[in-house]
């Protein structure tokens, strides 16, 4: 994978270059922050969601079935000592007529998307400095 470059864009504003792509994180204004953009956080959990999405609707469009109305929810608890994520729900809203033979091998894909495996078996990370 290429790499991701974060760099300071002021208060507590972060420029993430993803390939040829610039994401924005920001502080909510009761955390210090403007608001301009979600935190880190809301990133981290959102991968998930996407990611879950990004699985059904490639079942679906393998199966025939329709797209249409396909929605992905995720609601997350913090924790703290250490700080984290600690709980996470993902809902899938399946489109109207798919199949109720098909909603369990759905689920099952959707439930293996690389986040998800990645969060299940979690890779090793070194946070060091530079030179």
Do not use: W
């Not at 790499?3 to 210090?32: E, K, S, Y």
């Not at 079942?59 to 709980?87: C, F, I, N, Q, W």
């Not at 986040?115 to 078996?121: A, E, G, I, S, Y």
């Amino acid at each position: 994978m290429p790499a991701v470059t974060v760099t300071h864009d002021g208060a507590d504003r972060f420029a993430i270059a993803i390939r040829d792509h610039v994401v924005h994180v920001d502080q909510p204004l009761p955390d210090g922050g403007d608001d301009t953009a979600p935190t880190p956080t809301e990133l981290f959990v959102a991968s998930l969601a996407s990611c879950v999405a990004f699985y059904a609707r490639r079942y679906l469009r393998r199966h025939g079935l329709p797209e249409d109305g396909l929605v992905v929810t995720l609601e997350s608890e913090m924790g703290s000592r250490p700080a984290r994520v600690a709980t996470i729900r993902v809902t899938v809203t399946l489109p109207e007529g798919v199949p109720e033979e098909k909603r369990q091998a759905l689920l099952a894909v959707a439930s293996h998307c690389t986040v998800h495996n990645t969060l299940t078996q979690p890779p090793d990370v070194v946070v060091e400095l530079a030179g």
